[in-house]
């Protein structure tokens, strides 16, 4: 059975910084692509960033402020995050999709993020 399990988010003040991790249980992360989405309240859920055999991807909103990476050896993925603002505040989903075989497209249950001004 798949698992992915985010951790790490909370209340922050604007400015300040988190780091979000997702522990993946029954696959190997190695063989899929990692990314992180967000969903704020009204709108739909986006991209945030994105790893893949090394190669990494953010969205603009987030570009040079957030830093995902990966530890294979403890199957974990994280996103920190930093310079935070309130436009920041969403669920934060982390995702796994196979390399090869998209059907095999995983999701948590998410973790709260909310920045205070």
């Known amino acids: 059975q798949v698992q992915l399990v985010e951790s790490g988010g909370g209340l922050v003040q604007s400015g300040g910084s988190l780091r979000l991790s997702c522990a993946a249980s029954g696959i190997a992360l190695s063989f899929y692509n990692m990314a992180w989405y967000r969903q704020a309240p009204g709108k739909q859920r986006e991209l945030v960033a994105g790893?893949?055999?090394?190669?990494?991807n953010y969205s603009d909103p987030v570009k040079d402020r957030f830093f995902i990476s990966i530890n294979n050896a403890k199957n974990t993925v994280y996103l920190q995050m930093n310079s935070l603002n309130p436009e920041d505040t969403a669920i934060y989903y982390c995702?796994?999709?196979?390399?090869?075989?998209?059907?095999?497209?995983?999701w948590g249950q998410g973790t709260q993020v909310t920045v205070s001004s």
């Open positions: 995702n796994a999709r196979h390399l090869l075989v998209e059907r095999q497209d995983y």
């Open positions: 790893i893949a055999s090394g190669s990494t």
